[in-house]
């Protein structure tokens, strides 16, 4: 069943956009993919929201944009996620990641990740996707409502308080917390330290 989700249609772009990101694409394998297909047009140019992948936390959006003039290129900026109320839900806005043109060089395709202020109930919730597309000629704004309802594995969280040592200073693993989006690990330092750890340079899960 895993492998049905990749032959919808327009899924070889998406899956192609998120090919270096092991996790992201054992999502859409595993079903957590949402497609959606909503559409706006405005000023010649086409906003279509593609599908989502979400969690309590974190939201990918897969969205196209197609512009009636031949070679316009288009960027996102000013993007907001709000619900029906105008309450916004957008903590941080991540990078987005977009395809060259096609032959006619009118579509790109390209993901966006928005991370919310605090965990929220996903099912059936429904929000308005605010932005700005931008080009070197103008700018156009769109709004666009989805909903995201398709049921989905919640967050799992693993306590452990686990404290291990490096070169004599402790860290303390707190927590783990496994979506269908991603593993967070929560860590803390040891006050009584006598170094500072700026960052935790290969990181990883092994079985």
């Known amino acids: 069943m895993g492998e049905a989700v990749y032959s919808m249609h327009g899924m070889e772009t998406i899956v192609d956009l998120i090919r270096d990101?092991?996790?992201?694409?054992?999502?859409?394998?595993?079903?957590?993919?949402?497609?959606?297909?909503?559409?706006?047009?405005k000023d010649g140019v086409t906003l279509t929201i593609d599908g989502v992948l979400a969690d309590e936390l974190e939201m990918v959006l897969f969205y196209t944009i197609k512009s009636a003039e031949k070679n316009e290129r288009f960027q996102l900026s000013k993007s907001d996620i709000t619900d029906k109320q105008g309450r916004n839900f957008m903590m941080t806005l991540g990078s987005e990641t977009s395809l060259d043109a096609d032959a006619k060089g009118s579509d790109q395709t390209a993901k966006i990740t928005i991370r919310f202020k605090e965990d929220i109930a996903l099912n059936e919730q429904e929000f308005i996707f605010k932005t700005t597309a931008e080009s070197e000629q103008r700018s156009v704004d769109f709004s666009i409502p989805f909903a995201v309802d398709k049921v989905r594995a919640p967050t799992t969280r693993y306590s452990l308080n686990e404290t291990f040592l490096i070169e004599g200073q402790k860290i303390i693993v707190k927590q783990i917390e496994v979506s269908p989006l991603k593993?967070?690990?929560?860590?803390?330092?040891?006050?009584?330290?006598?170094?500072?750890?700026?960052?935790f340079e290969d990181l990883r899960l092994v079985d």
């Open 21 to 41: 990101d092991k996790w992201l694409a054992s999502a859409i394998k595993n079903e957590f993919y949402q497609e959606l297909n909503i559409s706006t047009e």
């Open 183 to 199: 593993v967070a690990v929560h860590i803390s330092e040891d006050p009584a330290n006598t170094k500072k750890i700026f960052n």
